[in-house]
C-alpha cells in the first residue's frame, strides 16, 4: 500500500507542477535536475483494533530542491503553499482516497522538507475454505 502511495503522491505532483519538475521515489541522483521533488516513506505504524481491523499510520517526506540558488528560501515557500492544497488528498490506481494529517513542513540548506501521515484503516481477511460442488434440490407443495 506504501508503494500505491508514493505513486499517488507523485501523480499529484506532476497534476500540480507538470513536466519542468523532476519526481525522484527510489533516492536521490548524483546529477539530479533542478528543480525536482524526492518522495519517501519515512515511518510506518500499525495499532491493532477489535474485528481484526488495523489502523495504519504512514508518515512521508516530500523534499522539494529549489531552482534558484539566489532566493531558494521565497521559492519553498510558494511551493510549500502549493503542496498543501495538492497534496489534501490524493487518490490510488483503483479509486481509493487518502487524506492528509499532521501536516508540517521547514526549509533546511534551501531545501524545503515537506511531512504529512496518510492514515487509513484496514481489515485482515481470513482465507474461507470453499465447497467444490454443491447441490440444490427442492420441491414445491400444492
Known amino acids: 500500500m506504501i508503494n500505491l502511495i508514493i505513486e499517488a503522491v507523485s501523480a499529484a505532483l506532476d497534476t500540480e507542477f507538470g513536466d519542468g519538475y523532476s519526481i525522484y521515489a527510489e533516492e536521490v541522483p548524483q546529477n539530479l535536475e533542478r528543480p525536482c521533488f524526492f518522495i519517501s516513506s519515512m515511518l510506518a505504524d500499525s495499532t491493532r ?65 515537506y511531512f504529512t501521515n496518510y492514515n487509513f484503516f484496514t481489515r ?15 420441491r414445491q407443495k400444492g
Open 49 to 113: 483494533y477489535p474485528s481484526k481491523r488495523y489502523k495504519r499510520q504512514n508518515q512521508f517526506a516530500v523534499q522539494y530542491f529549489p531552482l534558484s540558488d539566489m532566493s531558494p528560501k521565497q521559492e519553498c515557500l510558494a511551493v510549500a503553499e502549493r503542496l498543501l492544497l495538492c497534496l489534501e488528498m490524493v487518490t490510488i490506481a483503483d479509486g481509493t482516497g487518502f487524506i492528509e494529517y499532521d501536516t508540517h513542513y521547514e526549509i533546511t540548506d534551501g531545501i524545503l522538507h
Open 124 to 138: 485482515k481477511r481470513k482465507d474461507l475454505d470453499r465447497m467444490e460442488s454443491m447441490r440444490h434440490s427442492f
